[in-house]
Every structure is written in C-alpha cells, then in structure tokens.
C-alpha cells in the first residue's frame, strides 16, 4: 500500500513537471519573436558610428572617409523581411524611404568632407548625419518594437 502510494506521487510530480515544462515551451514559443535582421544592421551602424567618433578624436579622416560609406549603402533586410516591414509600415512607405534617404545622403556628405580633411566640416556633417538617424527613430522605432516584439521593450 505504501510503495503504491510512493509510486502514485512519483506519478503525479513526474506529471505536473512534464505539463509545466509544456506550458512554459508553450509560453516561450508563443512569445518569442526572432529579432527581425534590421536591428543588426541598426547595430553595425551604431558601431560604425562609433569607429567613425574615434577617427574624430584622432584626426583620422581616413577612417572616417572609409567607414562613413558603409553607413551610406547599409546593407538591406532579406527579401521576405523587408515586405514585413513594408506593409506594416504601410502609407508610411514613402516617408521610411526618405528617412532612409536622408541617412544616405548625410553619410555620403561626410565621407566627401572627410576626403578634404576638414575637421570642423567634419563634425557638422556628423552632426548632420546623426541628426537623420534620431528623426527615424523618433518617428518608427517605438511603433516597430510594439509591432514586431510586443510590448515587452
Ligand atoms: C529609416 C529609418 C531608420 C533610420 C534612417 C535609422 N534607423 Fe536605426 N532603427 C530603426 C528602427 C525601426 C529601429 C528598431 C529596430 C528593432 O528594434 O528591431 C532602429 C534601431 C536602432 C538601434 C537599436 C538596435 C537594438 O539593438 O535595439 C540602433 C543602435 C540604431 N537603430 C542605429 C542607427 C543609426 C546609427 C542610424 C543612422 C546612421 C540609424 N539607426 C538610422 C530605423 C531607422
């Protein structure tokens, strides 16, 4: 009788864990939502960004001429992500674009100045260039993450 009610709760918790486990895979897989490919890009950017301060500080106008180009042509999302975001963004299109535009063209600016090795000039197209990245973000980045991840970030 005692080793059959051992056995019976043995049973049970062996039960119980294999439901909660279920519930929690099932939670987990419901919620997770695969970071889409554009917040590497966005991070490579912020990274070159970065490399693009340090050769400031250092007069390196080399570097600057060499990464700023790499934020101008950022590479794309893959095709199918890209019609994702598309439609989410929807009559916004146009203005994504732009912004997009806008960041393309700052960068292609400051590479030029920074071929002329003109510091002030420099830092002003940098300005300028940081400048489009903030009016996107304040524009869709809020509206992307509640889209794309819920409300979690
Ligand atoms: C056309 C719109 C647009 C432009 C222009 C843009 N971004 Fe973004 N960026 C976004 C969106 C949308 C997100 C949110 C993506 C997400 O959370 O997956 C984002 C997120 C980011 C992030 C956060 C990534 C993370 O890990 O959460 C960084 C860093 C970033 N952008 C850097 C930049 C820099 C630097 C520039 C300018 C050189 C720039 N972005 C220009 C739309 C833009």
Not at 19 to 38: C, H, K, R
Not at 57 to 62: L, N, T, V, Y
């Amino acid at each position: 009788m005692r080793t059959a009610n051992i056995i019976k709760t043995i049973l049970l918790t062996g039960l119980a864990i294999i439901i909660t486990s279920g519930q929690v895979f099932a939670e987990t897989s419901a919620d997770s939502t695969e970071p889409l490919a554009l917040r590497k890009i966005m991070q490579d950017l912020g990274k070159n960004m970065q490399s693009i301060t340090d050769g400031i500080s250092r007069e390196d106008w080399q570097l600057v001429e060499k990464i700023a180009p790499l934020v101008a042509d950022h590479p794309q999302p893959p095709f199918f992500e890209k019609v994702r975001i598309l439609s989410f963004v929807g009559t916004n299109v146009s203005r994504f674009k732009e912004y997009d535009g806008k960041t393309h063209d700052a960068a292609s600016v400051l590479a030029e100045v920074a071929a002329e090795k003109d510091g002030y000039g420099v830092i002003l197209a940098f300005s300028e260039l940081q400048k489009t990245c903030l009016a996107c973000h304040e524009s869709f980045r809020k509206s992307f993450q509640q889209h794309f991840y819920g409300d979690s970030e």
